[in-house]
């Protein structure tokens, strides 16, 4: 069993950033693809970005614009979602997420976090 923690949310203007962490316990994380997924109230929860167990390939959903960026630190047993240039429409409940595979993230995750919650004013 794999559990995740994830941090560093909290209210921002309107252009603001964070960065979001997802701490892993265990001693495979490597071997787990993560994502990141958020959720606002009253829709579906909608993924964000993905990265491989070495952290070579990473993917996007469209709705980041460029904006945001994934990373980890296997060393660290963490996975950290930088988001720059925040707008009201990322306010949510961002939710980290372990798969096998990368390709798996989006569909299949094994394992989610208890979601951190981002605030973005006007």
């Known amino acids: 069993q794999v559990q995740l923690v994830e941090s560093g949310g909290g209210s921002v203007q309107a252009g603001g950033s964070l960065r979001l962490s997802c701490a892993a316990s265990?001693?495979?994380?490597?071997?787990?693809?993560m994502g990141w997924f958020r959720q606002a109230p009253g829709k579906e929860r909608e993924f964000v970005a993905a990265i491989s167990g070495s952290g070579g390939n990473t993917y996007y959903a469209d709705s980041t614009k460029g904006r945001f960026t994934i990373s980890r630190d296997n060393a660290k047993n963490t996975v950290y979602l930088q988001m720059n240039s925040l707008k009201p429409e990322d306010t949510a409940v961002y939710y980290c997420a372990a798969a096998a595979d990368i390709i798996l993230v989006s569909a299949r995750p094994l394992y989610w976090g208890q979601g951190t919650q981002v605030t973005v004013s006007s």
């Open positions: 265990g001693r495979t994380f490597s071997m787990y693809a």
